[in-house]
């Protein structure tokens, strides 16, 4: 199975400045054929299910706000909250989709206001 | 507007079995293969089940293999999960999720179903 690991655990931002979350698949989940990676990125705040951000490593939802962006390639990703805010605090996870089942999350990250 | 809509939640003591049930809508339900979704109290996603949109394969987490059974219904657009020989750590929310249509990343999750397992 793919293990993906997220980092850091937490972190807490001004309100207005950048986040980053950084997360890393044990091995490429570069899809050769259409060279995009097979990672996916979720949003959920507190009492709610997870939202998808973003498919595709770095294509936003319709309707997400263009301060996220996803990045990264092969085994290394990264979502970025450009400006931070009061409602984007929430906990992120990433999740591949390159060999399924199983579906394989990263453990979380908890974006906190500083 | 897709809607997935859990029931069947609640208290049951170990050894017990419990039914989810997610009523779907919104979407063509038989077109699209179906996810179980679970998140233990304070704890991350944890990828429980699938079933193909005709039901002519099912996968299962090996935490849950052999005790849980994933099912549907495209008459009535349901998708189900029978959950038998419950365990204390069995304890979570438990979500539906539609799969993307060619791939296993999941754009709509329902609000989700709490099952307690606890003597």
């Known amino acids: 199975d793919i293990v993906m690991t997220q980092s850091p655990d937490s972190l807490a931002v001004s309100l207005g400045e950048r986040a980053t979350i950084n997360c890393k698949s044990s091995?490429?989940?570069?899809?050769?054929?259409?060279?995009?990676?097979?990672l996916a990125w979720y949003q959920q705040k507190p009492g709610q299910p997870p939202k998808l951000l973003i498919s595709?490593?770095?294509t936003r939802e319709s309707g997400v706000p263009d301060r996220f962006s996803g990045s990264g390639s092969g085994t290394d990703f990264t979502l970025t909250i450009s400006s931070l805010q009061a409602e984007d605090v929430a906990v992120y996870y990433c999740?591949?989709?390159?060999?399924?089942?199983?579906?394989?999350f990263g453990g979380g990250t908890k974006v906190e206001i500083k | 507007q897709v809607q997935l809509v859990e029931s069947g939640g609640g208290v049951v003591q170990p050894g017990g079995s419990l039914r989810l049930s997610c009523a779907a809508s919104?979407?063509?339900?038989?077109?699209?293969?179906m996810h179980w979704v679970r998140q233990a109290p304070g704890k991350g996603l944890e990828w429980v089940a699938f079933?193909?949109?005709?039901?002519?394969?099912?996968y299962y987490g090996d935490s849950v293999r052999g005790r849980f059974t994933i099912s549907r219904d495209n008459s009535n657009s349901t998708l189900y999960l029978q959950m038998n020989s419950l365990r204390p750590d069995d304890t979570a929310v438990y979500y539906c999720?539609?799969?993307?249509?060619?791939?296993?990343?999941?754009?709509?999750w329902g609000q989700g179903a709490l099952v307690t397992v606890s003597s």
């Open positions: 091995q490429s989940i570069l899809y050769s054929s259409s060279n995009r990676n097979c």
């Open positions: 595709w490593a770095s």
């Open positions: 079933i193909h949109s005709d039901a002519s394969n099912t």
């Open positions: 919104g979407f063509s339900f038989n077109t699209y293969g």
């Open positions: 999720a539609k799969k993307e249509y060619n791939w296993d990343y999941l754009d709509y």
């Open positions: 999740q591949q989709y390159y060999t399924t089942p199983p579906l394989t």
